[in-house]
């Protein structure tokens, strides 16, 4: 699978890896991987797993699943690209997918996920569920020039990722 317009093959061969393209959803990549979704319910072996909490969903489906009123906590609403609330592990995984092939302003909104880490963190605090935040990013951000903010994704807690994610770091069953 293509990731991107880069022409780049990402981890098209990678027996455990999701592969993120562009318009790829986190759902399309699941069933891909032999899962099953309905209504944003993740089945395996028919078993739910996990929701999925992508966008607006993450205040209809997962927020308000819990009873926390974000407005009360952030003054503004976070937007992630995709989520995943797996509750064996009570962990939601965060996903940010930033595509480039140009300069341009993604470079800065690398550097922004040690606040929005620190964001989703308040909104579930006392629940006792685990946020975890990811980066997809393409291979534009090979580049050496982004070792410092690679570097600094990875001080505050956050992850980052090439063209794919492990399957195995959003706590899903194989």
């Not at 395996?44 to 607006?56: R, S």
């Not at 962990?91 to 929005?116: A, P």
């Not at 291979?139 to 020039?145: I, K």
Request: proline fraction near 3%.
């Amino acid at each position: 699978m293509k990731i991107g317009n880069s022409g780049a093959k990402g981890g098209t061969s990678t027996k455990t890896g999701l592969v993120f393209e562009k318009s790829t959803s986190l759902e399309d990549a699941l069933v891909a991987k032999s899962y099953k979704v309905s209504k944003n319910k993740v089945f395996h072996n028919d078993v739910e797993v996990a929701i999925l909490c992508g966008k607006g969903k993450f205040y209809t489906d997962f927020l308000d699943g819990f009873g926390i009123e974000w407005k009360k906590i952030v003054t503004r609403r976070l937007m992630p690209d995709d989520a995943i609330y797996v509750p064996k592990i009570k962990r939601v995984t965060i996903i940010e997918k930033k595509y480039q092939q140009t300069d341009g302003s993604v470079d800065e909104k690398l550097q922004t996920s040690g606040f929005k880490l620190k964001q989703y963190r308040k909104l579930v605090e006392g629940t006792s569920i685990e946020v975890k935040f990811i980066y997809v990013l393409n291979d534009w951000f090979h580049n050496p020039r982004y070792k410092d903010v690679l570097d600094y994704i990875k001080e505050v807690k956050c992850d980052y990722f090439f063209n794919e994610i492990p399957i195995e770091v959003l706590g899903l069953p194989k």
